[in-house]
């Protein structure tokens, strides 16, 4: 490999010729060998995107040449309309705590760029500084932050609220579709008194509907967002104008709309509306999860277990057990929900120990954990629906069978003979193997209501 000789105030690096980042890119690749772990493509995009709007605020501003701004513009969009470059970008998530090294990355990789398109070598800094040009008015501490806000809107608006769309659309199918029937409840994983199967996934579908409403409340606090509080939020080195401008522009260019944070230095110092945002994630997953376990509870079987439901035969489920198949989408929907509820954990500790006096240390961890969080959940629900919920079919010979034997159905006399009486019919049918019906007829008890009616379980719900 050629290599280019870069020089800084600590001294000289050797930089791979073809590189389009600089010495400080290159520092942070020799220096963060831990995880091999990047951040994701929608993170990128988000620094560029804020890039562009800071290069066009400052272009306005008159503080950057209409040539240099041109040549970064042209750069930025290459990144942005074509996905150039995106493999310059090989620093480890685990890294500073402010982000510098990623932030720096892409000032590096803009300038050169830049600077290529203007007719001179890389590496040289000049005619475009990574500095001097492209972070003008700003600091890395601001930067990153606003960045973390782009991409969790971005994943959330591209990716998650599309699934939930589609989520509880399916819901809503298999509710109507099993609306007329009448299945075991249960409680404490004993028979309880009978339930309609579409009234469970009524559950489901109010748990989602409401996390996605919890979802949209929260975005609201990610449009508040801190460029041009600079290191501390005092807005040291930004002219003024330069926030409402570079606000102006970053909301045209991804039609969301960004506000100032009035006090700058929240917004640097600590990252609770991620922690927020990871919380409602959080709350989701549980709703998910419970709907997974659910399913794969009203799935067991085929001969041993509840059966109630018949789940889609989507790939064999043991190498040693012939014809053995297993409910492979409720258990990687559970498992994304362990991690998204161990991601939670991680951001809710990366805010309460990185955010010490002027400045929060863990925002690559925690917004590459809140990313993660979203991507992951996102493609499970897809998933779940496509290969189980849409197919999912109901053992009607199997509910009927067990409604029948049903020994609860005796809580509808409680009010006619007592609570007592009931008990002790349900326990001689129970240790006799016996049918309520049965039990009744034989203790000679009178009713006054046809005794079919009063068992029936459609007057039970």
């Known amino acids: 490999m050629k290599y280019r000789i870069e020089k800084d105030a600590l001294g000289e690096i050797k930089v791979p010729e073809d590189a389009y980042w600089g010495i400080n890119t290159q520092r942070a690749i020799e220096n963060f060998r831990i995880s091999d772990t990047h951040f994701p493509k929608i993170f990128i995009i988000s620094l560029a995107e804020l890039k562009k709007a800071t290069v066009l605020a400052n272009i306005d501003l008159k503080l950057i040449e209409v040539e240099k701004g041109t040549a970064l513009l042209k750069a930025i969009d290459e990144i942005l309309e074509e996905e150039k470059y995106l493999d310059q970008f090989p620093i480890d998530v685990f890294q500073t705590g402010s982000g510098t090294q990623t932030n720096m990355n892409m000032n590096e990789v803009l300038a050169n760029r ?84 579409s009234l469970e996934f009524e559950v489901y579908k109010k748990q989602i509907a409401t996390s996605e409403l919890r979802i949209k409340n929260a975005c609201k606090e990610l449009y508040q967002i801190p460029i041009g509080g600079t290191a501390l939020g005092t807005g040291l080195n930004a002219v003024e104008g330069f926030t409402k401008l570079t606000i102006e522009h970053l909301s045209k260019l991804t039609d969301l709309p960004f506000e100032h944070n009035l006090i700058m230095a929240e917004g640097i110092s600590s990252h609770n509306v991620i922690a927020n945002i990871s919380s409602v994630l959080k709350n989701l997953a549980l709703s998910l999860l419970k709907m997974a376990n659910d399913i794969r509870w009203m799935g067991s079987g085929p001969r041993a277990g509840l059966m109630e439901l018949i789940l889609p035969k989507n790939e064999p489920g ?26 939670n954990s991680t951001i809710s500790f990366s805010e309460a120990y990185g955010s010490i006096l002027d400045l929060n240390v863990c925002k690559p961890l925690m917004i590459f954990s809140l990313l993660e969080s979203i ?45 007592d009486k009931c008990s002790a019919i349900v326990i001689k049918a129970f240790d006799e193997n016996k049918s309520i019906k049965d039990v009744i007829k034989e203790m000679g008890i009178e009713l006054d209501e046809d005794l079919d009616k009063l068992l029936d379980p459609k007057k039970m719900v």
Request: net charge neutral.
């Open 375 to 419: 991507e992951i959940i996102s493609n499970s629900i897809n998933s779940f629906i496509d290969h189980c919920l849409l197919d999912i079919k109901v053992n009607r010979a199997q509910i009927d069978s067990q409604l029948e034997n049903l020994l609860t159905l005796i809580t509808n006399l409680t009010p006619i003979i007592g609570y």
């Open 114 to 197: 830049a600077n290529e398109i203007l007719g001179f070598p890389m590496g040289k800094k000049e005619p475009v500084h990574p500095n001097d040009h492209v972070n003008k008015c700003q600091s890395s501490n601001d930067v990153i932050p606003t960045a973390m806000h782009i991409s969790a809107l971005h994943l959330i608006n591209q990716k998650l609220f599309p699934s939930l769309t589609r989520l509880i659309e399916s819901l809503s199918k298999k509710i109507e579709e099993f609306k007329d029937i009448i299945k075991v409840g249960r409680t404490h994983l004993q028979d309880a008194v009978p339930i309609p199967l």
């Open 318 to 343: 043991s190498s040693i057990m012939p014809g053995k198949v297993n409910p492979t989408q409720s258990e990687a929907l559970i498992q994304v929900c362990l991690k998204v509820m161990g991601n």
